[in-house]
Nanobody
Framework: QVQLVESGGGLVQAGGSLRLSCAAS????????MGWFRQAPGKEREFVAG????????HYATSMRGRFTISRDNAKNTVYLQMNSLKPEDTAVYYC?????????????????WGQGTQVTVSS
């Protein structure tokens, strides 16, 4: 079992930055791939970024590449999402998720555990 708790969301102006954190419980955190997803009202949950168990592989959705950076600190059981140059269309609830095989997938169905989400609102 892995429990995930996101933090760091909030209200920011367009062009600003936020760093999201996802703290994980469980001894096997460093064997899981981790992903960030987001869901805006009335829209499906979409992939944002993913990172393999050893951070050797990262993958980004096209619209986030160059603006967002995913990283992890296995010693702290934490994964991060640094978001720069934020746009109003980035407004959503952001979720972190854990995938038990250690592989990065963009489909939410591949992930085994989910956090409760943190709201990010970008004003224009």
């Amino acid at each position: 079992q892995v429990q995930l708790v996101e933090s760091g969301g909030g209200l920011v102006q367009a062009g600003g930055s936020l760093r999201l954190s996802c703290a994980a419980s469980g001894r096997t955190f460093n064997s899981y791939a981790m992903g960030w997803f987001r869901q805006a009202p009335g829209k499906e949950r979409e992939f944002v970024a993913g990172i393999s168990w050893n951070a050797g592989i990262t993958h980004y959705a096209t619209s986030m590449r160059g603006r967002f950076t995913i990283s992890r600190d296995n010693a702290k059981n934490t994964v991060y999402l640094q978001m720069n140059s934020l746009k109003p269309e980035d407004t959503a609830v952001y979720y972190c998720a854990a995938e038990s095989l250690g592989r990065v997938y963009s489909s939410p169905e591949e992930y085994d555990y989910w956090g409760q989400g943190t709201q990010v609102t970008v004003s224009s």
